[in-house]
């Protein structure tokens, strides 16, 4: 099955990866359970509202768990894979269309970095709970981060992956309905497609994102050419013993300072999974609660 093209492609001039500081900061899945930590430092800023273009139509999910499918797009090379997670009334639930969320990994991990950090069964007890519509989660692989395919990831995401996931999967294909997040690498790709693409995307999460090098400072003056009314909202977190902390609070200090409305969290922990697993509920509530909210929920 053929997928359509998206008519934008992404300037190469924007960023530049720190992969020698990605791979030293990121440390090895942890063999500990996750517990919630209290934030010690919070700055919490309005998200930007977002036009909503439509009302969705509530839904009638009975409670249970997601089911996780592995896809892969047609004909890529090499094989571009991805991890979808949909929420239990999706089969039965008839044509009616879900929200769909974009979570991007960290260097060195796999496509089910975010499975195996709970995810999934985060989004069912938020689904379940009725504290968030049903919405559904896409894990796009980027284990080529060392290859040239890894370059190029950024375009398959908006040119490739975005596209057939609306056209095999039953998504609200609108920006007020499709989120971007990541973690590390993800992170700095987050930031990098969502200012490029602002009308692709409604929120954007940055967390604790590998903030790119050599083209920080074009940040500042992309985030002023986007009007304030096109701005996705966006999430920013990062762990108090991170090394990536200084670069953090840079890009928060441009966010505020271009006026680009978000929030600006500062949690205990460092750039590993164990911090990133005890918030991840966390981040799903955020993601989805202009969802809800647009859906009178």
Known sequence: MKTRQAARTIP???????????SSSITPPPTQTATSQNPITTVTIAPSPIPATFTATPSTCIPGSGTIVKDVLPGSIPPQEFLIYLPACYEASGSERFPALYLLHGQTYTQDQWVRMGA??????LINSGE????IMVFPDDHYWNLPAGATFGVRLINEIIPYIDKNYRTRA??????LGGLS?????????GLDHPDLFGSLGLHSPAIFQEHGP????????????????????????D???GKGRQLEEILTRTNYLHEFHVFNGDHSELYWSAHVETYLRWYSKIWSEASGE
Do not use: H
């Open 132 to 135: 968030s519509v049903p919405f």
């Open 218 to 241: 074009f940040v500042e003056t992309i985030i002023q050419n986007i009007p304030a009314e096109a701005r996705p909202r966006l999430w920013l977190d990062i762990g108090d013993n």
């Open 120 to 125: 999934p069964s985060a989004a069912d007890r």
């Open 243 to 245: 090394k990536e902390l």
């Open 174 to 179: 609108s920006r007020e309905f499709r989120a």
């Open 185 to 193: 690498r993800g992170g700095g790709w987050t930031l990098q497609l």
């Open 12 to 22: 190469n001039f924007l960023f530049l990866f720190g992969m020698a500081a990605c």
